[in-house]
């Protein structure tokens, strides 16, 4: 009766005897299976495996898969404790964790080129358990805690020069690692570029999801569909990381940057991404001066333009770049822009080498642009 509750608990499932005559073994001891199996979600393939009735009171549980280990188990420094078959995936090197790191700098430095730059040459790695890691949260004056406890970051600075700590934790998947170091380093790109006006209003579920956005895309630069799967089902951003896939999915990345820096609002909406649009322009005074010269004071701005201009291109097959009044595109981006005193959103559908064909978003109406001819 007592088996049977925690059994309950667990969520298991009590297999008729006649079905269990069938099945051989157990997975976790690999002995012969009794009459009465029990089936354990494995948390890494999403099947369900049959576990006899001695390995499924078993208390140690593979952190990874959730199954119980009876041998040959890896015990890591913070506790944690892994079956053969998931520390052979893992990264427990700390020389391959940096590595794996570097390879992801690399991707994020290169999916994102056209839009921005992350901090480089002021970054520190380090590799930490568990046990380390939780510790940094608990520092006088880091009163901010990432809710995503596999990675930290701490930014500092230093007679104007800001230095960030990026901290993994050791022990992860490949991918979930290379989520993990982007996501941090996402993190010190809003510490370099947002405002602390901004930061202060700005959500925190929302700094996480556009954190968590930058993974995403990350991973699809590196072509890791499976861990931009488990990034969308992170329930921590409280749905803000999937309206930013939305919204970058419909608007482009541009947009994105620009509503983190001066956004009016602090989250985004469900149903009303299109604010991401919504952006305060900074007003800059200047310091009291005596009054302007004429020649000064008259001396206009520069002109409005009347008209799409196809200023260039940098051809480079599926991730060429259209630079449009002096806004890059690529390939399914969409942008708005001033023409003639009124707003209007384009979308570029396809960019050859010497012309560009865009969609007027509110008309549907296309257009062709061309280079101008060499002189």
């Not at 861990?227 to 419909?250: D, F, H, M, P, W």
Request: charge should be neutral.
């Amino acid at each position: 009766m007592k088996l049977c509750f925690i059994a309950c608990l667990l969520g298991l499932i009590n297999l008729s005897p006649a079905l269990a005559a069938v099945i051989e073994t157990c997975t976790v001891c690999g002995e012969p299976l009794p009459d009465s199996v029990y089936l354990v979600p494995d948390q890494v393939t999403g099947q369900k495996v049959k576990v006899c009735t001695n390995c499924v009171t078993i208390t140690k549980i593979c952190y990874l898969c959730g199954l119980p280990v009876k041998r040959d188990l890896t015990e890591l420094s913070d506790g944690r404790v892994l079956c053969a078959r998931d520390a052979k995936s893992v990264v427990l090197d700390e020389d391959e964790a940096r590595r794996v790191c570097a390879e992801t700098k690399d991707a994020l430095d290169r999916h994102f080129a056209r839009f921005t730059s992350f901090p480089d040459t002021n970054i520190t790695i380090a590799i930490a358990d568990r046990v380390n890691l939780l510790a940094f949260f608990k520092l006088p004056g880091n009163d901010y805690e990432c809710p995503n406890v596999m990675g930290y970051i701490q930014t500092r600075t230093n007679r104007s020069r800001v230095q960030h700590e990026i901290s993994v934790m050791s022990g992860l998947l490949p991918g979930v690692l290379r989520a993990t170091y982007a996501h941090e380093c996402a993190h010190a790109w809003i510490a370099e570029n947002l405002s602390e006006a901004r930061k202060t209003k700005m959500a925190k579920d929302t700094a996480e999801g556009f954190c968590e956005l930058v993974a995403y895309l990350t991973m699809g630069e590196l072509g890791d569909t499976k861990t931009q799967e488990l990034i969308t089902k992170n329930a921590y951003t409280r749905g803000q990381v999937g309206l930013l896939i939305e919204a970058e999915s419909r608007f482009g990345f541009n947009e994105v940057v620009d509503w983190m820096k001066s956004g009016e609002d602090n989250r985004l909406i469900a149903g009303q991404v299109d604010r991401i649009r919504q952006t305060i322009t900074p007003v800059i005074q200047s310091p009291a001066k005596s009054a302007p010269t004429q020649s000064a004071a008259a001396r206009p701005g520069p002109p409005a333009p009347t008209q799409l201009v196809l200023q260039g291109i940098t051809w480079a097959g599926a991730r060429s770049l259209a630079s449009i009044n002096n806004r890059n595109l690529a390939s399914g981006e969409e942008t708005t822009l001033g023409i003639g005193g009124t707003n209007v959103t384009i979308r570029c559908l396809e960019i050859r080498p010497d012309a560009v064909v865009i969609q007027f978003s509110a008309s549907g109406f296309k257009q062709e642009l061309k280079l101008a001819p060499a002189r």
